[in-house]
C-alpha cells in the first residue's frame, strides 16, 4: 500500500494518517445518535475501506461532519469459524467525500455476533 498523497501543489507528501487502511467491501448499517429521538431513519451502505481507528464507507443518504452514529459492520471472520461476526462501533463523521460517501473516526467499538439471517443494531 501507498503511504503517498498529493499536497495541494502538485508535489508529493508523506500521508500522515497513523493507521494502515484495508480495503474491505462489507455490508454496514448505521444510525444517527442524537438527543431528539426519531429525527433520522437508519440507513445503509458498504464499506470501501477500514483501519484501526476509522471506516470510509458508501451512504444511502449524505451525511454531515460532526454527527455521531452508531455503525455495524458485517465482518468477514467467524468465530470459532461457525459464528458470524459484526463489528459494532460508536464513530463521528469527519468528512463527507460525497453526497454518498463518508469517512468517521472510531470512537468505542465491539465484537457481537450476528444472526445469520440479518445485520442490524
Known amino acids: 500500500m501507498s503511504r503517498e498523497k498529493r499536497s495541494g501543489g502538485g508535489g508529493k507528501s508523506e500521508d500522515r494518517r497513523s493507521a494502515d487502511r484495508f480495503p ?3 455490508e454496514v448499517r448505521y ?3 442524537s438527543t431528539r429521538k426519531g429525527t433520522e431513519e437508519p440507513g445503509t451502505g458498504k464499506t470501501i475501506n477500514i483501519s484501526s481507528t476509522g471506516i470510509l464507507f458508501h451512504t444511502d443518504r ?3 461532519p ?5 455503525l455495524a459492520v458485517s465482518w468477514p471472520a467467524q468465530l470459532n469459524n461457525s459464528c458470524p461476526l ?3 462501533a ?3 463523521v469527519v468528512r463527507t467525500v460525497s453526497d454518498t460517501m463518508a469517512a468517521v473516526e472510531i470512537l468505542q467499538y465491539e465484537f457481537r455476533t450476528q444472526s445469520k439471517s440479518s445485520l442490524s443494531l
Open 62 to 64: 449524505m451525511l454531515l
Open 90 to 92: 460508536k464513530a463521528k
Open 86 to 88: 459484526k463489528l459494532v
Open 31 to 33: 444510525r444517527a445518535l
Open 24 to 26: 474491505i467491501e462489507r
Open 66 to 70: 460532526g454527527h455521531r452514529l452508531e
